[in-house]
């Protein structure tokens, strides 16, 4: 199995501050076909996941400009420029390389 | 717009069987993509179970692949889940999900509220 390690997993932000977090796969994430599987998802406090990037660095519609994502191989990082008080919740990276596997988790919790 | 709804019992005894369907509306399950299951148990990650395809070709998580049946009714626009000699361990709120492929990054792209299975006796 590909195993999925995110950092921090908890992750306190001040309100209009950048946050970031870390993504990295056991093994790379590049596919036979080029290209790289590498998704991220929000989990708002009661609710079911919402992808926000698929394939690295595609944002999905309706996600807000200030979520981006980059990296390549098995390193990876969900940023939000700004954070808002909507941004509440758990993070999520899950690769589609090999199977599907997701990473543990990143809390992000205002301060 | 794609919306998925889980219905089944929320509770299920130990070494019984889970069954839990998934209602599609807004696309035809014939239409294409797979519909997969993802599982998160309370307080806990997100761990996929299994997707089908509408033909219903199926591929399971290697850990669960034994007691995991998905099936597709396209009459109904509904997949179904079942897994057998269930455990606490199979505790958790299940999701329905539309899975896509290569273009949409083979992930899962639109999502049911989710459905509590509580395994107890």
């Known amino acids: 199995d590909v195993v999925m390690t995110q950092s921090p997993l908890s992750l306190p932000v001040t309100l209009g501050q950048p946050a970031s977090i870390s993504c990295r796969s056991s093994?790379?994430?590049?596919?036979?076909?080029?290209?790289?599987?590498l998704n991220w998802f929000q989990q708002r406090p009661g609710q079911s996941p919402r992808r926000l990037i698929y394939?690295?660095?595609n944002r999905d519609s309706g996600v807000p400009e200030r979520f981006s994502g980059s990296g390549s191989g098995t390193d990876f990082t969900l940023k939000i420029s700004r954070v808002e008080a909507e941004d509440v919740g758990i993070y999520y990276c899950m690769q589609g390389t090999d199977w599907y596997t997701f990473g543990q988790g990143t809390k992000l919790e205002i301060k | 717009q794609v919306q998925l709804q889980e219905s089944g019992p929320g509770l299920v005894e130990p070494s019984e069987t889970l069954s839990l369907t998934c209602a599609v509306s807004g696309f035809s399950i014939s239409s294409g993509f797979y519909w997969g299951w993802i599982r998160q148990p309370p307080g806990k990650g997100l761990e996929w179970v299994g997707s089908?395809?509408?033909?219903?070709?199926?591929y399971n998580t290697p850990s669960l692949k034994s007691r995991v049946t998905i099936s597709v009714d396209t009459s109904k626009n509904q997949f179904s889940l079942k897994v057998t000699s269930v455990t606490a361990a199979d505790t958790a709120v299940y999701y329905c999900?539309?899975?896509?492929?290569?273009?949409?990054?083979?992930?899962?792209?639109?999502w049911g509220q989710g459905t509590l299975v509580t395994v107890s006796s």
């Open positions: 394939k690295v660095s």
């Open positions: 093994q790379s994430l590049v596919h036979s076909d080029g290209n790289t599987y």
């Open positions: 089908i395809h509408y033909s219903g070709m199926n």
């Open positions: 999900a539309r899975h896509v492929g290569a273009e949409g990054g083979r992930t899962f792209d639109h």
